[in-house]
Each structure stands twice: as structure tokens, then as C-alpha cells.
């Protein structure tokens, strides 16, 4: 599912981000592009950061 549309990011890529080391939003911006236009996806951007990061730690355990 699209995270961003303005610049056609999915939920997925911004998962892969993270499992290769993105793990704020900022390096999600600077990589991908995600939530640097009109910002409507900032919140949903974030909180898909969060679950990915989330899953790292449970799965680190």
C-alpha cells in the first residue's frame, strides 16, 4: 500500500528502509523521498517506521 503518493512510496519500501538501517523518519526522507512534499503522510510514514522498528526488537529477543 502506498504510504506516499506524491512520491509513490509504499509501506513496504519504508519497511525494507528500516531492516537496512533507516530508523527515523528523517533517513526515510533523505532515501526515499517519503513525506517531503505536501506532508499528509508524515503521520503514517512515522508510525509504519515504528511497527518495522517494533518487529526489529521482538524478533531481536
Avoid at 509501506?11 to 531492516?19: F, G, L, Y
Amino acid at each position: 500500500m502506498y504510504v506516499c503518493i506524491c512520491k509513490a512510496v509504499s509501506d513496504q519500501e519504508i519497511r525494507d528502509a528500516v531492516a537496512n538501517g533507516a530508523d527515523d523518519l528523517a533517513t526515510i526522507q533523505a532515501h526515499l523521498g517519503a513525506a517531503t512534499n505536501c506532508g499528509t503522510c508524515i503521520e503514517h510514514a512515522q508510525q509504519v517506521i515504528d511497527e518495522a522498528l517494533a518487529q526489529q526488537l521482538s524478533h531481536a529477543v
